[in-house]
């Protein structure tokens, strides 16, 4: 059974960074593609990136692009969301997701293909 647990939430001020944890454990974590999602209060949850098992690709939301980096330490059974450059807007629940057999920029933004959810962790940004 896979399980996944998120850290590193929190309150920052507009302009600031955060890094983001998603600690995995259960079935072979490389063979996984892992996603990043959030939720805002009144909305729809949303892709923000992932990445896949073969060729290590990474995939990102255009509202991220450019300010954000997803890893992943498979020493560690890991995966990392780094977010810079803050806004306001990114203030919301985050999830880490994880599936098999998404390998594609589509497949990867899709978030009916995961299987196994985390529970989130909270990042507020104060404009």
């Known amino acids: 059974q896979v399980q996944l647990v998120e850290s590193g939430g929190g309150f920052v001020q507009a302009g600031g960074s955060l890094k983001l944890a998603c600690q995995y454990s259960?079935?072979?974590?490389?063979?996984?593609?892992m996603g990043w999602f959030r939720q805002a209060p009144g909305k729809e949850r949303e892709f923000v990136a992932g990445?896949?098992?073969?060729?290590?690709?990474?995939f990102y939301a255009d509202s991220i692009q450019g300010r954000s980096t997803i890893s992943k330490d498979k020493d560690q059974n890991t995966v990392y969301l780094q977010i810079d450059n803050l806004k306001p807007e990114d203030s919301a629940v985050y999830y880490c997701?994880?599936?098999?057999?998404?390998?594609?920029?589509?497949?990867?933004?899709?978030?009916?293909?995961?299987?196994?959810w985390g529970r989130g962790t909270q990042v507020t940004v104060s404009s």
């Open positions: 259960g079935r072979t974590f490389a063979s996984m593609t």
């Open positions: 990445i896949t098992t073969f060729r290590v690709s990474t």
């Open positions: 997701a994880a599936a098999t057999g998404a390998s594609t920029a589509r497949s990867v933004r899709d978030r009916r293909i995961y299987t196994s």
